[in-house]
C-alpha cells in the first residue's frame, strides 16, 4: 500500500505541480492512521526528494532570483523552525483534536483558495511594482505552516511572487521550488531528529515515488493540467472537512484516551 500511495502522489505531482507536502500528509494521516508528526516529518522529506530533482534544473536555466530568494527565506527559514517546535508541543500535551483541526483548517483554507484562484481570468501582462521587501514578513507564517502541517510553500510562496515582484513566470516557478526545497529540508531535519520518523515508511513511500514521478513526466504533455488542478484540490477540500469531523467527533474523548489510539499506532 505505501508504494502505491508514493506512486500516486508523485504521479499527481508531475501531474499538476501540486506540492507534496499538501498531498502526503493528509493521506497518511486518514488513509494509513500515521500519526500526525510522523506524518508531517514524512511530508517534509518527501518534499525535499521530490523538489531536489528540479532544483539543478532550475538553476542551470536560470530561474532562480537569489535576491528574492532570500528575502523569502528570511522569513520561512525561522518560520518553519516555529511551526515544528508547535506541532512537537502539541504532541507533547497530547491535544490530538487541536492538531487534527488545525490540520483540517490549513487543508481547507489553502483548497478553497487555490480553487478559486484557478477560475480567475490569466492576465497576458503584467505590471507589478517591486515589494520583494516585503516577502521576509510573509514568508514567516507560510514557513510556520509549512513546519506544522508541511503544506502551502508552493501554492502560497507562488501567489506571493506573483503578487509582490514583476519576475517572469518562469522566474517565479524556479524560485518558488528552491524555496520549497529549502524550507522543507529545513523542516525535515527538525522532524526527523524528533521521535516524528519513520524510515521504513519514507522508504516505501520514494521508491514508489520514483516510478510515479517518471509515469508523470511521461504522461505530462498528454494530460490537461488545469481540471485535474482543480479535481486535485477539490479532494483535498474533502480531506481537510475529514480532519475538522474527527476533530469535533473527538472532543468526548479524554486525553488518556487519545494517547493511548496515538502510541497504539503501528507505525509510531
Not at 27 to 47: C, K, N, Q, R
Not at 77 to 86: D, E, K, T
Not at 262 to 267: C, D, F, M, Q
Request: charged share 10%.
Amino acid at each position: 500500500m505505501p508504494y502505491l500511495i508514493g506512486f500516486f502522489i508523485a504521479l499527481f505531482i508531475a501531474l499538476t505541480g501540486v506540492g507534496a507536502g499538501t498531498l502526503t500528509v493528509p493521506v497518511l494521516v486518514l488513509f494509513l492512521d500515521v500519526p500526525a508528526p510522523v506524518a508531517v516529518g514524512i511530508g517534509l522529506v518527501f518534499s525535499a526528494a521530490v523538489k531536489l530533482v528540479l532544483v539543478p534544473t532550475q538553476i542551470l536555466h536560470r530561474n532562480v532570483a537569489w535576491r528574492t530568494l532570500g528575502f523569502m527565506l528570511l522569513g520561512g527559514v525561522p518560520g518553519v523552525l516555529i511551526g515544528s517546535l508547535v506541532l512537537k508541543q502539541l504532541v507533547t500535551a497530547g491535544s490530538q483534536n487541536l492538531i487534527d483541526a488545525l490540520l483540517g483548517a490549513i487543508l481547507v483554507a489553502t483548497a478553497s483558495w487555490q480553487i478559486l484562484y484557478s477560475f480567475r481570468p490569466m492576465q497576458e501582462t503584467r505590471n507589478v511594482r517591486d515589494r520583494s521587501r516585503l516577502l521576509s514578513l510573509l514568508m514567516f507564517p507560510v514557513g510556520a505552516e509549512v513546519g506544522f502541517s508541511s503544506a502551502g510553500a508552493g501554492a502560497l510562496g507562488s501567489a506571493a511572487l506573483l503578487s509582490l515582484t514583476p519576475l517572469a513566470p518562469a522566474q517565479v516557478v524556479g524560485t518558488d521550488i528552491v524555496f520549497g526545497f529549502t524550507v522543507s529540508l529545513i523542516g525535515s531535519g527538525a522532524h526527523w531528529f524528533s521521535q516524528a520518523s519513520n524510515s521504513v515508511l519514507l522508504a516505501q513511500l520514494l521508491a514508489g515515488g520514483i516510478a510515479g514521478a517518471i509515469g508523470g513526466t511521461l504522461l505530462g504533455a498528454r494530460v490537461p493540467r488545469r481540471p485535474l488542478r482543480i479535481a486535485l484540490w477539490i479532494w483535498l477540500l474533502i480531506l481537510g472537512g475529514q480532519f475538522l469531523l474527527n476533530s469535533y467527533e473527538a472532543r468526548g474523548i479524554s486525553p488518556k484516551q487519545a494517547a493511548t489510539r496515538v502510541h497504539a499506532s503501528p507505525l509510531r
